[in-house]
């Protein structure tokens, strides 16, 4: 049974930072690449960023490269991601996802959710102005 847990939303102001966690269990967690997605009500999914199986390559989208940063932690089973400089077009539930691909670029045209595998609950992060 795999299950993909966030953790870390909540509310901030813009400018803040909040860092994300997903726990991944059920899975061999350095068999996937991990990647987070978001998605604001009335909007389309959007790709944030996603990281190699090992956590040696990063992909992030352009509209949050430079903020955000994802890394992971095999050890923990754990992706993250630090946001900075927060803004409230941020304000989206985040989810977490997992992938079995060889690669992360391919995340960047990923548009439905059953192209990857797992996906989290999401997370709420709200940010005011």
């Known amino acids: 049974q795999v299950q993909l847990v966030e953790s870390g939303g909540g509310l901030v102001q813009t400018g803040g930072s909040l860092r994300l966690s997903c726990v991944a269990s059920?899975?061999?967690?350095?068999?996937?690449?991990m990647g987070w997605f978001r998605q604001a009500p009335g909007k389309e999914r959007e790709f944030v960023a996603a990281?190699?199986?090992?956590?040696?390559?990063?992909y992030p989208a352009n509209s949050v490269k430079g903020r955000f940063t994802i890394s992971r932690d095999n050890a923990k089973n754990t992706v993250y991601l630090q946001m900075n400089s927060l803004k409230p077009e941020d304000t989206a539930v985040y989810y977490c996802?997992?992938?079995?691909?060889?690669?992360?670029?391919?995340?960047?045209?990923?548009?439905?959710?059953?192209?990857?595998?797992?996906w989290g609950q999401g997370t709420q992060v709200t940010v005011s102005s």
């Open positions: 990281v190699s199986r090992s956590g040696g390559f990063t």
């Open positions: 059920g899975l061999t967690f350095g068999s996937y690449t």
């Open positions: 996802a997992a992938g079995r691909f060889s690669g992360g670029s391919v995340w960047y045209g990923v548009k439905r959710r059953d192209e990857l595998d797992y």
